[in-house]
């Protein structure tokens, strides 16, 4: 796909082109998904973890009329301050922000089809976006699933956010035909909690062996591959606790009216709130678990060549 607005920086176009490993990271968590300055401080340590383990990191986000993989310095720092009077841009929303030139944190959906653009295979991320609960009389369901229908792009993420319905979430990742991949686990991954208790499709344990089964996948000319990385069992929270502190953020969202796309950082603020700090302490651990697996995972698909 061609365009005149996407934007690759230095680091990022070299490193593709020289087939060296690159890590996509999304900026919805930037904007919506923390207050400042956790979200710069969580920001700087992902894309460390990313380095350090061999990769380089591409933060994805619309600002000043452009697509841009890979913002650093001074916009990473206004991104964040900027917070939720920023956009929150699904593909939809594409093609209106860029006209605009507002300044916009990605969607899963939408970073998986930038970094697609700029030549990124694979991106790392808190938790995939789904179906939501209810979602037979709000039809409400996340554009994630479609984009990782049709979009060739690894995502590593602790499963879906716990604030969803995970089993209606894995019927339409089926349906759209999604592998979804447990890694170190037969368990599909839920957020906060390690296990949701439903089964991933496959289990594979190691970067080589997903790196092996990512390029026959897409030999075979697939979309995208979903790979459940469980949070770390030592950040992991107790699944009664987060399922009672999401019906009772799901009630209030319901009381003041709040729906659509507005839903979810409405309901993982209240999170936040609920569990006192608990939750965002097992966002950070997860996404920075995640960066680590993305990275080990891009390093072993670029040595396939």
Aim: proline letters at 5%.
């Amino acid at each position: 796909m061609k365009t005149d607005h996407l934007r690759v920086s230095a680091p990022v176009a070299a490193a593709v082109a020289a087939g060296q490993p690159v890590v996509a990271l999304e900026s919805t968590i930037i904007t919506h998904g923390m207050p400042y300055p956790e979200n710069i401080e969580m920001a700087h340590s992902v894309e460390g973890i990313i380095r350090q383990n061999g990769a380089v990191p591409a933060t994805i986000a619309m600002m000043d009329g452009m697509m841009v993989a890979g913002v650093g310095g001074d916009d990473l720092e206004r991104l964040a301050r900027e917070g939720h009077s920023a956009a929150k841009a699904s593909r939809r929303d594409m093609a209106a922000l860029l006209a605009k030139g507002t300044m916009a944190g990605t969607t899963v959906a939408t970073t998986m089809l930038i970094a697609q653009m700029a030549g990124i295979k694979v991106f790392a991320t808190g938790g995939i976006g789904g179906v939501h609960r209810g979602a037979e009389h709000t039809f409400d369901v996340s554009a994630d699933i479609s984009e990782l229908s049709q979009t060739p792009v690894a995502v590593v993420c602790a499963g879906a956010k716990s604030i969803l319905d995970i089993p209606k979430t894995l019927e339409m990742l089926e349906t759209n035909g999604v592998p979804v991949i447990g890694y170190g686990t037969d368990a599909f991954p839920a957020f906060y909690v390690r296990d949701s208790g439903y089964p991933a499709d496959h289990r594979f344990d190691n970067p080589e062996d997903v790196a092996h089964m990512l390029a026959l996948h897409w030999q075979l000319g697939m979309g995208g591959v979903l790979i459940g990385n469980p949070i770390p069992a030592e950040f992991a929270l107790d699944a009664e606790m987060i399922e009672l502190r999401v019906k009772q953020a799901i009630t209030q969202a319901e009381e003041q009216g709040i729906t659509r796309k507005d839903i979810t950082p409405f309901l993982l603020g209240r999170m936040l709130e609920l569990t006192e700090g608990k939750s965002l302490a097992a966002n950070i651990a997860l996404v920075k678990h995640n960066a680590a697996v993305a990275a080990q995972i891009a390093v072993a698909l670029a040595k396939r060549g």
